[in-house]
């Protein structure tokens, strides 16, 4: 599923992104790709991509190679063909969030604005939403794929986070 969040600045949606890679840590969400677009004060959009593709193609080719190369008996040479295959593909390939998308999306930001593109396989939204409430205040949902059932239970879980982080803070 996609859910992209809109921030004030690049910096938060970073943040958020950097917090995200925690919580998978601990088995609440499973991301697939999350990406920050940033609409720079020039008017330039920019993807800061979490994966580097090349380096992943790169470790996968290299284990395949190794696996191809222990069965014909010369794994180091399996290993290399295979990482620079790998390398290869990974550099080509455009694995998870449209880059297309992102951009266009990137466009409609405010210039200083950033967005946060997830790409999520699977989440726990109402725990991941509780680790997060410090951003609420910040954070507006742009576009998701969810069912429309599904969003509105994701606006609202949002906007609760908002109202309680917004009493936090006046307390």
């Known amino acids: 599923m996609l859910v992209v969040v809109g921030f004030p600045t690049v910096e938060e949606a970073e943040e ?5 890679v925690d919580i998978q840590k601990e088995q609440l969400i499973s991301l697939e790709d999350a990406v920050v677009v940033e609409h720079d004060s020039e008017g330039k959009v920019h993807l800061r991509q979490s994966l580097n593709l090349t380096a992943a193609g790169a470790l996968g080719g290299g284990f395949w190679g190794s696996l191809v190369g222990l069965l014909f008996l010369n794994p180091l ?3 290399a063909v295979g990482a620079g295959i790998g390398a290869a593909s990974g550099s ?6 449209n880059d297309g998308f992102m951009r266009e999306l990137g ?7 950033a967005a946060l593109c997830l790409l999520l396989r699977d989440s726990t939204p109402d725990r991941v939403i509780e680790r997060l409430r410090r951003h609420a205040p910040n954070a507006r949902l742009l576009r998701t794929s969810l069912s429309h059932t599904d969003e509105d239970r994701l606006r609202v879980m949002l906007e609760k ?6 009493a936090l803070r006046l307390s």
């Open 16 to 20: 958020v992104r950097r917090e995200l």
């Open 77 to 79: 040479l399996g290993a």
């Open 92 to 97: 080509l390939s455009d694995i998870g969030i």
């Open 107 to 113: 466009e409609t930001l405010q210039p200083g604005s």
């Open 161 to 166: 986070a908002r109202r309680e982080a917004e």
